[in-house]
């Protein structure tokens, strides 16, 4: 298979690199998630939240936040918003009553079931260059490294992870690059 420049697609050091096959996916499928869930409040976020939330026994903020690698704060946030819209409520837990379970109502649990099906629609467009027995192997394989990655390492902080990629390599040339990270407040980049 050869590339725009004739180069074979398999030997191309870009196309070879597994992070720009991930970031290529990733990208693609955030545009076609936008377009599908960005009605819910936070978006794709908002989404994976709902789904998230609809899965016995209940579980709290804290839980939800460590397995969608989300930042507690924005979680609360997220689910103030969904709340507000009906789709999610708050009731105590009863194990423990400083902690509050986060449910999906009927209204929410809908919502997630009809972009759901949208999604599948913007998942087989990604797919289409593969025959169904490749896709469902993908999304196997996927899933089985996800899962072993998230177990392996569960995220519970993504700002702290995004600010140690952000930050340059510190320089031997340069020892002045290192004084610019202690306590000089940076421009953020978007990811």
Known sequence: MSGPHGDDIHTDPITDDFGWM????????????EHTVGDLPGGPRGYQVLVAADRDPARNQGAIAEELGIDRTVLTYLI????RDGLLSRRPDPADRR????VVTDAGRAAARQRREALRD???????????????????????????????DPLTD??????????????????????????????????
Do not use: I, N, W, Y
Not at 22 to 33: E, I, T
């Open 158 to 191: 993504l700002c702290a992870v995004a600010e140690v990629v952000a930050d340059p390599p510190p320089s031997r040339r340069r020892p002045a690059a290192r004084a610019t990270r202690s306590g000089t407040p940076r421009r953020s980049a978007e990811p």
């Open 22 to 33: 991930l970031g290529v996916l990733f990208r693609a499928h955030l545009r076609g998630a």
């Open 80 to 83: 103030d918003d969904l709340e």
């Open 99 to 102: 902690s509050r379970l986060v």
């Open 122 to 152: 913007v998942e087989t467009r990604l797919m289409a260059a593969l025959t169904d027995e490749e896709a469902a192997t993908l999304r196997a394989l996927l899933r089985r490294a996800a899962c072993a990655a998230q177990a392996a």
